[in-house]
């Protein structure tokens, strides 16, 4: 427990922990730990929480293997539902529902490798429209396009692009083999050039080691991410996944208390499969996390925004756009 006080004073002096100094984390007794994650939260962000809700603005048929998702082409499941982008009326009266109950940020989330150029300008007519008719910060999730395609993205109004890493360099090729880990890269690169803030995390339970999961919020670290998703597999029947056992909240609370750690003043936000949890994500904000995807989830039930609006309330956070 001394160790855990040394890398907080550490972090607190404006150092980055190295991974040698991360990777004890994972033994450290879990309490402890959590409670030195939460008190560098509010060093760091004070008691701001950054909630989002997302849209799923074009659904199904995707080209890509990703062996988590209910939407790919290359498997069967209960997931049958496909539609091209939604209209751009549609996109606004979601986001119109979200700011009046209080969310601040809107993330339109595209299936498939990649919006193609029609897609694009429609979306960017979709985005201009909720920034001039519900005042909220718009996020995208659109696949891997370019800096050209990022430019007019950001002129339209969008101020953050979300592409998850997934997992570690070393471990993505057995999450997905029909785009690599350098393609992911790229897209943040790209979406950086292009004058956009960045959103990126990953996966947990898909098979990954805590080191593969170190990795992943270190490459994030380096690309300058501050919004770094946690999602928990949700194991879909028709996916390569379905079997895979679920991780239980103390294994999310470590996950969440080890990022923190990493990158001390990021959003650290619990994403998909935060319903699994028993306590819904609860004792996860008190352990370094300050930021949550709310409603429902791209093909899953989440928690509705009422509800996390309480327990925030409750928990003694501020809800901002972070």
Same mark, same amino acid.
Do not use: W
């Given at each position: 427990?001394?160790?855990?006080? &040394?890398?907080?004073?550490?972090?607190?002096?404006?150092?980055?922990?190295?991974?040698?100094?991360?990777?004890?984390?994972?033994?450290?007794?879990?309490?402890?730990?959590?409670?030195?994650?939460?008190?560098?939260?509010?060093?760091?962000?004070?008691?701001?929480?950054?909630?989002?809700?997302?849209?799923? $603005?074009?659904?199904? !048929?995707?080209?890509?293997?990703?062996?988590?998702?209910?939407?790919? #082409?290359?498997? +069967?499941? %209960?997931?049958?539902?496909?539609?091209?982008?939604?209209?751009?009326? !549609?996109?606004?009266?979601?986001? !119109?529902?979200?700011? %009046?109950?209080?969310?601040?940020?809107?993330?339109?989330?595209? *299936?498939?490798?990649?919006?193609?150029?029609?897609?694009?300008?429609?979306?960017?007519?979709?985005?201009?429209?909720?920034?001039?008719?519900?005042?909220?910060? =718009?996020?995208?999730?659109?696949?891997?396009?370019?800096?050209? /395609?990022?430019?007019?993205?950001?002129?339209?109004?969008?101020?953050? =692009?979300?592409?998850?890493?997934? *997992?570690?360099?070393?471990?993505?090729?057995?999450?997905? +083999?029909?785009?690599?880990?350098? /393609?992911?890269?790229?897209?943040?690169?790209? %979406?950086?050039?292009?004058?956009?803030? @960045?959103? *990126? $995390?990953?996966?947990? $339970?898909?098979?990954?080691?805590?080191? /593969?999961?170190?990795?992943? @919020?270190?490459?994030?670290?380096?690309?300058? @991410?501050? *919004?770094?998703?946690?999602?928990?597999?949700?194991?879909?029947?028709?996916?390569?996944? &379905?079997?895979?056992?679920?991780?239980?909240?103390?294994? =999310?609370?470590?996950?969440?208390?080890?990022?923190?750690?990493?990158?001390?003043?990021?959003?650290?936000?619990? %994403?998909?499969?935060?319903?699994?949890?028993?306590?819904?994500?609860?004792?996860?904000? #008190?352990?370094?996390?300050?930021?949550?995807?709310?409603?429902?989830?791209?093909? +899953?039930?989440?928690?509705?925004?009422?509800?996390?609006?309480?327990?925030?309330?409750?928990?003694?956070?501020?809800?901002?756009?972070?």
């Amino acid at each position: 427990m001394d160790k855990i006080k &040394e890398l907080q004073e550490k972090l607190y002096q404006g150092a980055l922990l190295t991974k040698e100094e991360i990777m004890p984390l994972t033994d450290m007794p879990l309490e402890p730990l959590c409670q030195a994650a939460d008190e560098i939260r509010r060093y760091f962000c004070k008691d701001r929480f950054d909630l989002c809700t997302i849209i799923n $603005g074009k659904c199904g !048929k995707c080209s890509e293997d990703c062996k988590y998702c209910a939407q790919s #082409a290359h498997y +069967t499941t %209960a997931c049958g539902e496909s539609y091209p982008l939604l209209s751009t009326e !549609k996109i606004v009266e979601q986001a !119109k529902h979200n700011a %009046a109950q209080g969310v601040l940020r809107y993330s339109i989330v595209t *299936s498939g490798r990649r919006l193609s150029e029609a897609e694009v300008g429609q979306v960017c007519e979709s985005i201009r429209a909720v920034r001039q008719e519900a005042g909220i910060e =718009v996020c995208v999730s659109f696949g891997l396009l370019g800096e050209a /395609d990022f430019v007019k993205i950001r002129e339209a109004g969008a101020s953050r =692009v979300h592409c998850n890493l997934e *997992s570690s360099e070393r471990y993505f090729s057995q999450v997905c +083999t029909t785009h690599t880990y350098a /393609d992911k890269i790229e897209t943040l690169l790209a %979406a950086k050039r292009a004058g956009l803030e @960045v959103c *990126s $995390g990953g996966i947990m $339970g898909l098979g990954e080691t805590m080191e /593969d999961r170190i990795d992943m @919020v270190l490459t994030a670290r380096a690309l300058g @991410v501050k *919004s770094v998703p946690v999602n928990v597999l949700n194991p879909i029947p028709g996916t390569p996944y &379905e079997n895979n056992p679920a991780l239980t909240n103390d294994e =999310v609370r470590r996950i969440v208390a080890v990022f923190r750690f990493i990158i001390p003043d990021a959003s650290i936000r619990l %994403a998909g499969g935060r319903g699994l949890l028993g306590d819904k994500g609860e004792k996860c904000f #008190a352990g370094g996390a300050n930021a949550a995807i709310s409603g429902d989830m791209l093909t +899953t039930a989440g928690i509705t925004v009422e509800t996390d609006m309480a327990l925030l309330a409750r928990m003694g956070y501020t809800v901002v756009k972070g």
